[in-house]
């Protein structure tokens, strides 16, 4: 009885666990997604498109990353 209770207080429940993960699955490939999205759009930009906007090819990993600062 008292485990029960420490895994419970701990949030170690085995029921609260898979859900927990499969939560954190999802977000992580939705992440995942939307940075290789973001990783074609820009790498589909000419040069000079890329310069308009203000970053350069080298910036691009920074951008993708979300520590890109001007």
């Given at each position: 009885m008292a485990a029960h209770a420490l895994n419970t207080a701990a949030g170690f429940a085995g029921a609260d666990r898979p859900a927990s993960l499969m939560a954190r699955l999802?977000?992580?490939r939705a992440r995942r997604q939307e940075r290789?999205?973001?990783?074609r759009e820009l790498l589909t930009?000419?040069?000079?498109?890329?310069?308009?906007?203000g970053i350069s090819r080298a910036d691009?990993?920074?951008i993708?990353?979300?520590?890109y600062r001007r």
């Open positions: 999802q977000a992580w290789a999205r973001i990783a930009y000419t040069d000079r498109e890329l310069f308009d906007l691009i990993p920074a993708i990353n979300g520590t």
